[in-house]
């Protein structure tokens, strides 16, 4: 196989396998119960902050008893992002190699040089514009996975000003009555 065909396989390859990821993510993992998790934990921190600004010992004594209740949702939230990877590090571990065997003399140059952060530490970032296989699909899975998340986020922030109770808000009260 050339070259240049075998880069756009490996994009392909690298497109399909972040695409999978996202969806294993979205169906085994609760993005939303995380997101809700997430923002309690927000609205605890903030709270606390404010309660020890104004150095309100009730407050922080009534909070730190939220904290207490809180605390299995950590773990509960941590679990939930963990079940996905018991389905998408297999997938990782048997895809990454066979990458690496089916184009093991693909080379490609790039015309910027990328930092390299986990190869050589002494010389941390490594800046590099040449890779292999393997480094061009992990390039690529980066990117995808990168505008997956810019897309899904703003298709996610175009559907909530969709919703009827946004609706409302943007178009303001109504009375019924011309004045």
Not at 26 to 34: D, S, T, V, Y
Not at 53 to 76: C, V
Not at 135 to 154: E, H, N, P, T
């Amino acid at each position: 196989m050339d070259n240049y065909t075998a880069m756009w396989a490996i994009g392909a390859l690298a497109v399909g396998y972040a695409l999978l990821s996202q969806f294993i993510i979205a169906k085994i993992g609760n993005p939303k119960r995380i997101k809700e998790i997430q923002a309690e934990s927000t609205r605890l921190s903030k709270e606390m902050q404010e309660a020890a600004k104004s150095k309100d010992e009730r407050r922080i004594e009534a909070l730190n008893k939220e904290y207490e209740q809180f605390m299995p949702k950590i773990t509960e939230m941590m679990v939930i992002q963990m079940k996905p990877m018991i389905v998408i590090l297999p997938l990782l571990f048997i895809l990454t190699p066979a990458v690496r065997g089916f184009f093991g003399e693909f080379v490609i140059t790039l015309p910027v040089s990328l930092p390299i952060f986990i190869q050589h530490f002494e010389k941390f970032p490594n800046w590099r514009d040449t890779f292999g296989a393997y480094g061009w699909f992990w390039i690529c899975v980066i990117f995808a996975g990168l505008a997956i998340s810019l897309i899904k986020g703003q298709w996610e922030k175009y559907k909530g000003n969709k919703t009827p109770e946004k609706k409302a808000e943007f178009q303001g009260p109504s009375s019924g009555k011309k004045e």
